[in-house]
T-cell receptor
Framework: KQEVTQIPAALSVPEGENLVLNCSFT??????LQWFRQDPGKGLTSLLL?????REQTSGRLNASLDKSSGRSTLYIAASQPGDSATYLC??????????FGTGTRLTIIP | GAGVSQTPSNKVTEKGKYVELRCDPI?????LYWYRQSLGQGPEFLIY????????DSGLPNDRFFAVRPEGSVSTLKIQRTERGDSAVYLC??????????????FGAGSRLTVL
């Protein structure tokens, strides 16, 4: 069974700081990986999709990297804002139609 | 529609009762997914439809759970003889042609089920 781990489970940083969220997975044979954000009581919003052939994907202040050989992905958030406060989930796709989600990192940006 | 719509947003029921949860995907999306999210956990896969057929139902926990998508658009997740352990948020998502086509998933806001 593929396992996905996200560290840290919770993170609080002052507004304006850059930060990195980590995701590791046990099976390096991934097809692609998505990062999502989830606001309290809401569904998930897809932030970035990174293919197995890519090393990085960028959208605005967000940058996702993927290292298949080590089974890791990171989400870098630049110049954090209070509106970035949410839970961030990574979800590798192992070549089928199921996403395997981590338990998420709960991010709080302190104004 | 503009997004994935799920109804009801909240459902409180008693142990042993039957429940139906509805998902209306984005128009034209052939792939539809159901996930379940318990408190403090990431979503867990339940079932995937491609068109009208359930292409992968390996995540359904037992035979009390069943889902249909008769016309290839709206889907209903059905839970018989509900148990307290079924309490969770049930999330529906749709995708243009599926994850293998490198399409992102668009999730609905979820249906929060509470079994008393």
């Amino acid at each position: 069974k593929q396992e996905v781990t996200q560290i840290p489970a919770a993170l609080s940083v002052p507004e304006g700081e850059n930060l990195v969220l980590n995701c590791s997975f046990t099976d390096s044979a991934i097809y692609n990986l998505q990062w999502f954000r989830q606001d309290p009581g809401k569904g998930l919003t897809s932030l970035l999709l990174i293919q197995s052939s890519q090393r990085e994907q960028t959208s605005g202040r967000l940058n996702a990297s993927l290292d298949k050989s080590s089974g890791r992905s990171t989400l870098y958030i630049a110049a954090s804002q209070p509106g970035d406060s949410a839970t961030y989930l990574c979800a590798p796709n192992f070549g089928n139609e199921k996403l395997t989600f981590g338990t998420g990192t709960r991010l709080t940006i302190i104004p | 529609g503009a997004g994935v719509s799920q109804t009801p947003s909240n459902k409180v029921t008693e142990k042993g009762k039957y429940v139906e949860l509805r998902c209306d995907p984005i128009s034209g999306h052939t792939a539809l997914y159901w996930y379940r999210q318990s408190l403090g956990q990431g979503p867990e896969f339940l079932i995937y439809f491609q068109g009208t057929g359930a292409a992968d139902d390996s995540g359904l926990p037992n035979d009390r759970f069943f889902a249909v998508r008769p016309e290839g658009s709206v889907s209903t997740l059905k839970i018989q003889r509900t148990e307290r352990g079924d309490s969770a948020v049930y999330l529906c998502a749709s995708s243009g042609t599926g994850l293998s086509g490198a399409n992102v998933l668009t999730f609905g806001a979820g249906s929060r089920l509470t079994v008393l």
